[in-house]
């Protein structure tokens, strides 16, 4: 790779701004969502019918008779026991119509999101989007100018990795968003989260733009960090599904038991805006599966980059290891759910110590015990 | 699968119909008797997958303590210090092997059992998937309605000509299909399996890789300075590892004259002093013919490939040149003597030992000297010490310390040459203090007693490579790429089976059934299902009336419901 020398500082100066901008607008979003679920709250109980209602609605439009309708009404066994069914009806000259409807009364239902069915607090969520797309623009235009200013990629240290890191999650969140997935309920730990991450980048780990050290000249870092952190947003997307899974299935349980709020005594009406704690489960075990195959890529990607720079593939570098126990961790977690059959909560802690172990190989090996990857830049 | 046998068999095809994994069902307790029972039982229980996850949860604990306790097969000096610092412990982690983990008895253990466990599965496992893919996809099951996704329909069209449509339109969307008597049986997804067992395969491709380069390797160290050369063998090497079937006299045929190198740092902000680039300037070899030379440069990770071997840039420092005048004004030593960098600034110790000095005052003498190379030394180090402020070599200086006697190079004993042993030496004397110089390039000093002079004539720079021979390296690299591919057949593959089953009812007219079945994580067979049985009613329209409704489940279908299973373990 060949790179210019020198150092712009404008650029990087102006890097530094659009961080501190990026976490200014970042911060309120989060404050808009927080008054997404406030507001939210109270008209949480009026979900279920509405959503019946609509239901109805579809319905009853599927089944008015249309000259050459061809319509089949599938019946589905879930895992849990009960049936759904599925109504595909195709007219002559409309489209396929698909209606799903629970004939089951056991059957979960997804909760309606944060704001639940006020429309304040539909507003400050939408609000809270806008916002998050601003902050992810200036906090895109931190990083490019970040790398801008020192012509290289921008993750060659710990700060940079970082601000890097978070930006993939975000942007992941708002792609979810664009991609008309209803996740806007992710909004507020993904805000609370890109704060907490440049936070920690910009008062711990931060340095100055710089060229990079030549044990990092290789267009391997351009791969091995990318991906790397693809897989830390997704990752920490999983676990954020996760830990929300155990509490709605915590709450689901303490409803049966007859009492009336979620885990922690945190109000009920948290938990009944979430998706339905089966739809949770399946999206933490969708995340993972999708970034697992990644995460294996990135660790051999890491692998031929050691031998390029030291003459070996492997040496039990603390990096190393610890990357090789994540990934066994996520692989065990897989088996368990592909062969084992866990399902569920035994799953779910298995992931969260998957995560716990990603987390220590990012923070922990770099600040606390020093290896081959002295790249961080702290202490 | 035990419990099958007592079973009729129309219900062996429909439990047949309803596994969707070559996975092998398990059983709990030891069957048959004696030796030969428990023997299998145990074989059975490491190859469950019960057994394969714990060895996995295992084996990520078990490289735990290595990341945080020293370890020899990196650093041996830092496990020296760590011992010195831990006295009591020590002996004990050095029983437990907690110094050199992934090579200790019990890490060893975890994986050779992993392999074999994986060995014990997967070789069953391809064999009954090569089954599977000879043999038709199984027969419907009697009783559709019991399937996870189901439809059903009345028709006015001929039973046999909606078979055969249905045959024909599940053909059309890639699925193996048979039409048999009655119904049809169709199976797509197979890349799921064959993704599977690739990955599983793949490991062991990974760790015959992994094997071959730890027999057949070797890896040497070599110290250069510049303006000097190097022929890769035994003799000119400073340290060399060899395996079972590289050893020192295996060593690749080349050599390299190390003709200039390039250093680069930062020089401003807060990461000043942190190398920008380092670079050797080299003319290679390769065989016995040495004159035929080659430019070539090697930088940190870009390692260059010579006949077999590569050769890795490693580290670099300055070698000081000097020159030993003895008490009669002969020359008695002179070069450059490689110093060893201490910190990141290129503080630099070493020792000169000038074993041909001669005699003095009647009785054969050595000389020693001691001291720190620093590149950018201080305006004034009464305070800090000898240290160096920058790498580069900005104001250079030389500190010396003088010993007399006997080095003890004539005793045979290998001798570090970057250590002076003392034991026989007397340290100079000026003044009652100790003798001591700070020399700047072209600066001599005259040693007390007469022992002659030494002149810093200015310095050299050093890089140190690693010389590694290593094979099995693609077999590695093609097992991790089989590995992902496998992988991602294996997670997004979905392997699910359609039945289509058109029967002439009592009535004159035709039940037409659909029914899916596929593993739980998805949804999508649902939606297939539909689709298809949407195009099919193309063939077989549906009458006004009602669709039949499924019948309910038979009490006894229960116990065999597919969405759960008899054996807990071989769930889908
Ligand atoms: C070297 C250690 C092993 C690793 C890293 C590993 C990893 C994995 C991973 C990541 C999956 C998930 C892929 C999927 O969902 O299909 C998987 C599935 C599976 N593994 Fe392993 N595995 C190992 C050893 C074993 C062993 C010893 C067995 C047999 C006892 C085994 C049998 C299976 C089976 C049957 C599946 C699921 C197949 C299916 O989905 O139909 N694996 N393995």
Redesign the interface.
Known sequence: MHLASGVDPHLADLSNKLIYSAMAVYLIAMFAHMFEWTFGSKGAVAVRSAEQANLAETVAAANEPAKAAKKVTVTVASASGGTTTLTRTALADAGATVVTSGRDEAEEIDGPGAAGTSEKGDLAGRIAVSLTVLGALLHAGAVLTRGLSVMRWPWGNMYEFSCAFGLTMVLAYLGLLAAKKKVRWLGLPVMVAVLLILGLAVSVLYTDSEQLVPALHSYWLAIHVSTATICGGAFYAAFVATLLFLGKDRYDQRIELGLTTGPFNTPASIWQRLPAAGSLDKLSYRINAMVFPLWTFTIIAGAIWAEAAWGKYWEWDPKETWSFITWVAYAAYLHARATAGWKGRKAAYLALLAFACWLFNFYGVNIFVTGKHSYAGVG | MSDTRTRPPEDVTDAEAERLSS?PAESDSPTGIGVLGWFRWMWRQLTS??V??VL??M??LA??P???IP?N??NSFKVETWKAAHKTVAPIYDKLQLFD??SSVWFSAIYILLFVSLAGCIIPRTWQFVGVLRAKPPAAPRNL?RM????A?HSDADAGAVNAAAYQRLKKRGFRAHLGTGAVAAEKGYLREVGNLLFHFSLFALLAG?AW?SLGSG?GGKLVIEGQGYANTMTQLDDFTGSAFYTSEDLDAFGFKLDGFTARY?TT???IG?????TAHIRYWKGEDDTKLTKGDI?????LEIGGS?V?L?GHGYAPVVTVKNAKGEIVYAGPTAFLPQDSNLTSTGVIKVNDYGEKDGRKTQLGFQGYFLPTAPDDFNKTGPISLFPADAKPMLVLTAWAGDLGTDSGLPQNVYQLNTQHLTQLKQDGDIARARLTPGQGWTLPDGYGTITFDGYQQWASF?V?H?PG?AV??LG??C??LG??GS??VQRRRIWVRATPTADGRTLVEVAGLAR??S?KI??E???L??DL??DA??TEDD?PV?AAAEPEAAESDP??PAD??S?E
Request: proline share 8%.
């Open positions: 996975a997958m019960r394969a996850l996995l949860f084996l990520s490289a735990i290595g990341s945080l370890q097969s990196q983990v992934y309605t996870p996704v189901y439809a329909w992994f380069a890896q930062q902000g807060d990461q942190t190398a920008r680039e380092f930088q940190v990770n870009h390692p590569k890795f490693i690693t590694s290593r390296n590695a690299l991790a790429v590995a992902i992988l991602i997670l997004f739980s994580e949804a649902a939606e299902l539909a689709d049985a949407v009613q193309d329209p549906a669709p499924p969405t759960s807990p373990n769930k």
